[in-house]
């Protein structure tokens, strides 16, 4: 069964319908905290000529039920600078003060393979490391 666009509300619905095709994927996971507020990160992938972007967006929960708010917004300037690759979804582990997204990634103009690991912290923090695995067929 299926709800039309007047019982999600016509603006949800006009957001939605108006979402850019190069999103590829989001996931909300890593749960952060600070003394000015806690949420969740946001993942967004994209899809791009080189190969795929990632964008990590930090949004904090309303406070007694209010409204859910972005409050950073940040691409991953490696992978646009310098590698261009297609990777998975990353997945999440949790640290002591962080949470730790992991990816395999593969080059689109050679056969290298890279692990993604990207610490993600309080808003608008990550570090970015990249291991270089073999050739595929090694």
Not at 96 to 105: F, I, R, V
Request: charged share 20%.
């Amino acid at each position: 069964m299926q709800e039309s666009s007047e019982q999600l509300g016509d603006e949800q619905f006009q957001q939605v319908y108006q979402l850019p095709v190069w999103i590829d994927s989001v996931v909300s996971t890593c749960n952060w905290k600070t003394d000015g507020g806690s949420g969740f990160v946001r993942v967004i992938r994209t899809t791009e000529s080189f190969g795929h972007g990632l964008y990590l967006q930090w949004v904090r929960y309303g406070i007694a039920g209010g409204e859910a708010k972005a409050v950073s917004t940040v691409v991953v300037e490696e992978l646009w600078h310098d590698l261009s690759v297609r990777f998975e979804m990353p997945t999440a582990e949790f640290g002591k003060g962080y949470c730790q997204l992991n990816s395999m990634a593969e080059s689109t103009s050679s056969e290298l393979r890279y692990e993604l690991i990207l610490k993600v912290g309080a808003p608008g923090k990550y570090q970015l490391d990249v291991v270089r695995h073999l050739k595929s067929g090694n």
